[in-house]
Protein backbone atom coordinates (compact mmCIF):
# COMPACT_ATOMS: atom_id res chain seq x y z
CA UNK A 1 0.00 0.00 0.00
CA UNK A 2 1.41 3.16 -0.98
CA UNK A 3 1.73 5.95 2.00
CA UNK A 4 2.85 9.65 2.36
CA UNK A 5 3.65 10.69 5.30
CA UNK A 6 4.48 14.54 5.75
CA UNK A 7 5.88 15.82 8.55
CA UNK A 8 7.32 19.33 9.92
CA UNK A 9 4.74 21.53 9.83
CA UNK A 10 4.04 24.24 12.39
CA UNK A 11 3.65 27.92 13.91
CA UNK A 12 6.57 30.10 12.64
CA UNK A 13 6.83 33.85 11.93
CA UNK A 14 7.12 35.43 9.01
CA UNK A 15 10.89 35.77 7.41
CA UNK A 16 11.49 32.70 9.23
CA UNK A 17 12.11 29.40 8.11
CA UNK A 18 10.98 25.60 8.01
CA UNK A 19 11.48 21.83 6.37
CA UNK A 20 8.79 19.50 5.74
CA UNK A 21 9.31 16.30 5.21
CA UNK A 22 7.59 13.39 3.51
CA UNK A 23 8.22 10.31 3.96
CA UNK A 24 7.27 7.81 1.69
CA UNK A 25 6.48 4.06 1.67
CA UNK A 26 5.19 0.98 -0.39
CA UNK A 27 6.38 2.17 -3.59
CA UNK A 28 9.99 1.75 -5.45
CA UNK A 29 10.22 6.18 -4.52
CA UNK A 30 13.29 6.28 -6.63
CA UNK A 31 10.80 5.10 -9.83
CA UNK A 32 9.02 8.45 -9.20
CA UNK A 33 9.03 12.21 -9.37
CA UNK A 34 7.58 13.50 -6.37
CA UNK A 35 5.76 16.47 -5.55
CA UNK A 36 4.28 19.31 -3.20
CA UNK A 37 1.05 21.19 -3.40
CA UNK A 38 -0.55 23.37 -0.81
CA UNK A 39 -4.07 24.39 0.01
CA UNK A 40 -4.52 27.57 1.92
CA UNK A 41 -7.38 27.27 4.75
CA UNK A 42 -10.96 27.39 3.08
CA UNK A 43 -9.37 27.78 -0.60
CA UNK A 44 -8.11 25.34 -3.40
CA UNK A 45 -5.12 23.38 -4.12
CA UNK A 46 -2.01 25.44 -5.59
CA UNK A 47 0.93 23.65 -7.28
CA UNK A 48 4.21 24.08 -5.55
CA UNK A 49 7.10 21.94 -6.54
CA UNK A 50 8.01 19.20 -8.17
CA UNK A 51 11.12 17.25 -8.60
CA UNK A 52 12.66 14.12 -11.02
CA UNK A 53 13.21 10.81 -9.81
CA UNK A 54 16.94 11.82 -9.56
CA UNK A 55 16.68 15.43 -8.83
CA UNK A 56 18.09 16.27 -12.22
CA UNK A 57 14.66 18.23 -13.05
CA UNK A 58 13.12 20.96 -10.60
CA UNK A 59 10.25 23.27 -11.09
CA UNK A 60 8.51 25.83 -8.94
CA UNK A 61 5.59 27.72 -9.26
CA UNK A 62 6.63 31.64 -9.45
CA UNK A 63 5.00 32.34 -6.23
CA UNK A 64 7.42 30.35 -4.24
CA UNK A 65 10.25 30.44 -6.84
CA UNK A 66 13.44 31.99 -4.75
CA UNK A 67 12.11 30.95 -1.32
CA UNK A 68 11.67 27.41 -1.19
CA UNK A 69 13.92 24.19 -2.51
CA UNK A 70 12.74 20.82 -3.22
CA UNK A 71 15.01 17.98 -3.07
CA UNK A 72 14.91 14.26 -2.03
CA UNK A 73 16.83 11.36 -0.73
CA UNK A 74 16.23 8.26 -2.34
CA UNK A 75 18.01 6.06 -0.18
CA UNK A 76 16.04 7.51 3.04
CA UNK A 77 12.46 7.12 0.52
CA UNK A 78 12.08 10.76 1.44
CA UNK A 79 11.14 14.00 0.05
CA UNK A 80 11.99 17.63 1.28
CA UNK A 81 10.82 21.37 1.06
CA UNK A 82 12.83 23.49 2.63
CA UNK A 83 11.13 27.17 2.75
CA UNK A 84 12.41 30.48 3.59
CA UNK A 85 11.90 33.54 4.38
CA UNK A 86 8.05 32.59 4.88
CA UNK A 87 5.33 35.16 4.52
CA UNK A 88 1.59 34.97 5.74
CA UNK A 89 0.35 34.36 1.97
CA UNK A 90 2.18 30.49 2.49
CA UNK A 91 -0.13 29.66 5.52
CA UNK A 92 -1.73 26.30 4.37
CA UNK A 93 -2.00 22.62 4.34
CA UNK A 94 1.27 21.21 2.81
CA UNK A 95 0.77 17.91 0.43
CA UNK A 96 3.00 15.65 -0.64
CA UNK A 97 1.78 13.57 -4.15
CA UNK A 98 3.35 10.85 -6.22
CA UNK A 99 3.61 10.92 -9.97
CA UNK A 100 3.10 8.52 -12.33
CA UNK A 101 6.16 9.00 -14.29
CA UNK A 102 10.10 9.13 -14.10
CA UNK A 103 10.27 12.87 -14.73
CA UNK A 104 7.70 15.96 -14.92
CA UNK A 105 6.10 15.71 -18.02
CA UNK A 106 3.71 16.35 -20.20
CA UNK A 107 0.23 14.33 -19.65
CA UNK A 108 1.49 13.22 -16.13
CA UNK A 109 -0.66 13.08 -13.01
CA UNK A 110 -0.33 12.97 -9.55
CA UNK A 111 -2.05 9.55 -8.30
CA UNK A 112 -1.40 9.20 -4.65
CA UNK A 113 -1.25 12.05 -2.10
CA UNK A 114 -0.63 12.34 1.64
CA UNK A 115 -2.88 13.71 4.55
CA UNK A 116 -1.11 16.56 4.61
CA UNK A 117 1.40 18.94 7.37
CA UNK A 118 -0.30 22.39 8.32
CA UNK A 119 1.65 25.55 8.19
CA UNK A 120 1.23 28.66 9.84
CA UNK A 121 2.92 31.84 9.16
CA UNK A 122 2.11 34.67 11.81
CA UNK A 123 3.49 36.68 14.35
CA UNK B 1 1.49 30.36 -17.03
CA UNK B 2 -1.41 28.34 -17.80
CA UNK B 3 -4.56 29.72 -16.22
CA UNK B 4 -7.33 27.31 -15.41
CA UNK B 5 -11.31 28.01 -14.80
CA UNK B 6 -13.66 25.87 -13.69
CA UNK B 7 -17.87 26.51 -13.81
CA UNK B 8 -19.93 26.98 -11.82
CA UNK B 9 -17.90 27.54 -8.58
CA UNK B 10 -20.83 25.67 -6.61
CA UNK B 11 -24.07 23.70 -7.62
CA UNK B 12 -26.29 22.14 -5.34
CA UNK B 13 -28.01 18.97 -6.61
CA UNK B 14 -30.09 15.72 -6.28
CA UNK B 15 -29.25 12.04 -5.59
CA UNK B 16 -29.50 10.38 -8.77
CA UNK B 17 -29.09 13.55 -10.74
CA UNK B 18 -26.56 14.13 -14.18
CA UNK B 19 -24.48 16.69 -13.42
CA UNK B 20 -21.13 18.63 -15.71
CA UNK B 21 -18.61 20.66 -14.39
CA UNK B 22 -16.50 22.60 -16.64
CA UNK B 23 -13.15 23.59 -16.86
CA UNK B 24 -11.35 25.83 -19.41
CA UNK B 25 -7.58 26.37 -20.11
CA UNK B 26 -6.36 29.65 -21.15
CA UNK B 27 -4.89 28.13 -24.14
CA UNK B 28 -4.55 24.75 -25.66
CA UNK B 29 -3.54 21.74 -23.22
CA UNK B 30 -4.38 19.02 -26.00
CA UNK B 31 -5.93 16.18 -23.58
CA UNK B 32 -3.89 16.70 -20.70
CA UNK B 33 -6.31 17.63 -18.17
CA UNK B 34 -6.55 15.67 -15.15
CA UNK B 35 -9.72 15.81 -12.41
CA UNK B 36 -9.38 15.01 -9.04
CA UNK B 37 -12.12 14.63 -5.94
CA UNK B 38 -11.91 16.41 -2.49
CA UNK B 39 -13.97 15.81 0.78
CA UNK B 40 -13.69 17.46 3.33
CA UNK B 41 -10.83 16.97 5.37
CA UNK B 42 -9.24 14.49 3.18
CA UNK B 43 -6.66 14.55 0.46
CA UNK B 44 -7.49 14.73 -3.13
CA UNK B 45 -7.74 11.98 -5.16
CA UNK B 46 -7.35 11.25 -8.69
CA UNK B 47 -10.21 10.27 -10.78
CA UNK B 48 -9.52 10.97 -14.29
CA UNK B 49 -6.73 11.48 -16.07
CA UNK B 50 -5.58 12.44 -19.80
CA UNK B 51 -9.27 13.63 -20.23
CA UNK B 52 -10.99 10.96 -20.43
CA UNK B 53 -9.42 7.79 -18.76
CA UNK B 54 -10.56 6.98 -15.95
CA UNK B 55 -8.33 5.57 -12.73
CA UNK B 56 -8.40 2.12 -11.36
CA UNK B 57 -11.20 1.78 -8.93
CA UNK B 58 -12.95 4.70 -9.76
CA UNK B 59 -17.07 4.69 -10.48
CA UNK B 60 -17.80 4.29 -13.88
CA UNK B 61 -20.56 7.21 -13.60
CA UNK B 62 -17.69 9.69 -13.83
CA UNK B 63 -16.65 10.14 -17.22
CA UNK B 64 -13.90 12.86 -18.47
CA UNK B 65 -14.44 14.32 -22.40
CA UNK B 66 -12.52 17.34 -24.18
CA UNK B 67 -9.90 18.67 -26.01
CA UNK B 68 -7.83 21.87 -26.74
CA UNK B 69 -8.98 24.23 -23.98
CA UNK B 70 -11.98 23.36 -23.29
CA UNK B 71 -12.94 20.01 -20.96
CA UNK B 72 -16.07 18.56 -19.12
CA UNK B 73 -16.22 16.03 -15.87
CA UNK B 74 -19.62 14.44 -15.93
CA UNK B 75 -21.19 12.36 -13.09
CA UNK B 76 -23.80 10.48 -14.69
CA UNK B 77 -26.09 9.73 -11.53
CA UNK B 78 -25.27 11.29 -8.51
CA UNK B 79 -24.30 9.13 -5.48
CA UNK B 80 -24.51 10.59 -1.69
CA UNK B 81 -20.97 10.01 -1.91
CA UNK B 82 -20.07 11.79 -4.67
CA UNK B 83 -20.58 15.35 -2.53
CA UNK B 84 -17.20 17.01 -2.58
CA UNK B 85 -15.23 19.73 -4.38
CA UNK B 86 -13.42 18.78 -7.58
CA UNK B 87 -10.42 20.14 -9.48
CA UNK B 88 -9.32 20.05 -12.49
CA UNK B 89 -5.20 20.29 -13.23
CA UNK B 90 -3.44 20.97 -16.34
CA UNK B 91 -0.27 18.58 -17.28
CA UNK B 92 0.47 20.16 -20.30
CA UNK B 93 3.06 22.37 -18.99
CA UNK B 94 5.56 21.43 -16.01
CA UNK B 95 3.80 24.61 -14.28
CA UNK B 96 0.91 22.16 -13.39
CA UNK B 97 -1.59 24.17 -12.23
CA UNK B 98 -5.33 23.54 -10.87
CA UNK B 99 -8.52 24.86 -11.57
CA UNK B 100 -10.00 26.58 -8.20
CA UNK B 101 -12.30 24.21 -7.60
CA UNK B 102 -16.08 23.08 -7.59
CA UNK B 103 -18.29 22.80 -4.92
CA UNK B 104 -20.73 20.11 -5.08
CA UNK B 105 -23.41 20.20 -2.75
CA UNK B 106 -26.58 18.42 -1.78
CA UNK B 107 -30.08 20.01 -2.58
Known amino acids: EVQLVESGGGLVQPGRSLRLSCAAS????????MHWVRQAPGKGLEWVSTISWNSGSIYYADSVKGRFTISRDNAKNSLYLQMNSLRAEDTALYYCAKDILLIAATGTCLDYWGQGTLVTVSS | DIQMTQSPSSLSESVGDRVTITCRASQSISSHLNWYQQKPGKAPKLLIYAASSLQSGVPSRFSGSGSGTDFTLTISSLQPEDFATYYC?????????FGQGTKLEIK
Open chain 1, 26 to 33: GFTFDDYA
Open chain 2, 89 to 97: QQSYSTLYT
